[in-house]
């Protein structure tokens, strides 16, 4: 006698919902390595909840309840936690803030866009429509990699000039082609690699 669905499905994606809270916790506290494996783990949830989904019987309000559930949980784990981490590790210029602001309005409108699309029942199945704000999960971890390489400053510069071009690619009409086969593979293995780099970073570097 509650309100949801708690399919198995459902978990997996309030799980990433929980590394997304927990990632801005962290970044808030001045853990930005362990903030980054919480954006990763985020991202594998968004990847394989689907896979779940698919291989379960669900009712018409369980299919319907997880597309919009997802997009909750996308909201806040890849526009609302990468603007965080960037905002705790030092991106605050007022350049650096209106870069930002292009991402996260980006990420909005792509996600409303998807929920529309879905409502009216477009085939989704096969190519994205832009890029799906989960890629955040991957593009950042990895752009943190330049923290300790380059100086802070050029650094910074290199994050607020990625934030806008990504928030343009979130609501540019072309279609990408959903990850199959062996992209299936490859991207979680990148994530384990990043989430075993960032979480040495943390605790033994």
Known sequence: ?????????????????L?????ITLSSVGEIELALVGLMLAGLADLFDGVVARNLERSPYEKEYGV?????????????TPF???????????AGLLAMAVFVVGGAVRLAHFN??????????????GLPVTYAALIFPILFLL????PVT??????????????ALFVMDRPIRKPRGV???????????????????????
């Open 1 to 17: 006698m509650i309100l949801g669905s708690y399919n198995a499905a459902c978990l997996v994606t309030l799980a990433g919902f």
């Open 19 to 23: 590394a997304a809270v927990g990632a």
């Open 68 to 80: 919009q559930l997802d997009t909750v949980v996308d909201v806040v784990a890849f526009v609302v």
């Open 84 to 94: 965080v981490i960037a905002l705790n590790a030092g991106l605050r210029s007022p």
């Open 116 to 129: 529309t699309l879905s409502a009216q029942g477009a085939d989704q199945s096969t190519h994205h429509r």
């Open 147 to 150: 923290r300790d390489i380059i």
């Open 154 to 167: 050029s650094f910074r510069i290199v994050l607020g000039t990625a934030f806008p071009i990504v928030g």
């Open 183 to 205: 992209f299936y593979r490859l991207f979680p293995v990148l994530g384990v690699l990043l989430i075993a780099y960032w979480t040495w970073r943390a605790f033994v570097a």
